[in-house]
């Protein structure tokens, strides 16, 4: 009995919602919407990318050691990968 749950939403209340969109916008300006939302959605993502770069070569230039996030990110690969490993055998029994 599992149904579909995105963001605590039924698929009834997707539905309506999109319902509800093409009533107010119409149906033939919905790509350009969804085209607009994306390309947003995009510079957001490039612009956090720009930053998280300066802040990266900001502290190099102060001769600040980064090494420790990549010591961070082996860590918590390992500790996915052990449950990874844990939870796979609970789930075959």
């Not at 039924?10 to 033939?28: N, P």
């Not at 300006?29 to 990318?49: C, F, H, N, V």
Request: aromatic share 6%.
């Amino acid at each position: 009995m599992h149904s579909l749950v995105f963001l605590f939403i039924s698929g009834a209340e997707i539905f309506f919602i999109m319902f509800i969109v093409v009533m107010v916008f119409g149906a033939d300006k919905i790509p350009g919407i969804a085209k607009s939302l994306g390309k947003g959605m995009r510079q957001l993502k490039d612009a956090t990318e720009d930053i998280k770069q300066e802040i990266q070569r900001s502290a190099e230039k102060q001769g600040i050691d980064t090494s420790i996030t990549e010591d961070i990110k082996k860590e918590m690969n390992q500790v996915k990968k052990n449950i990874e490993e844990v939870s796979g055998t609970i789930k075959r029994k």
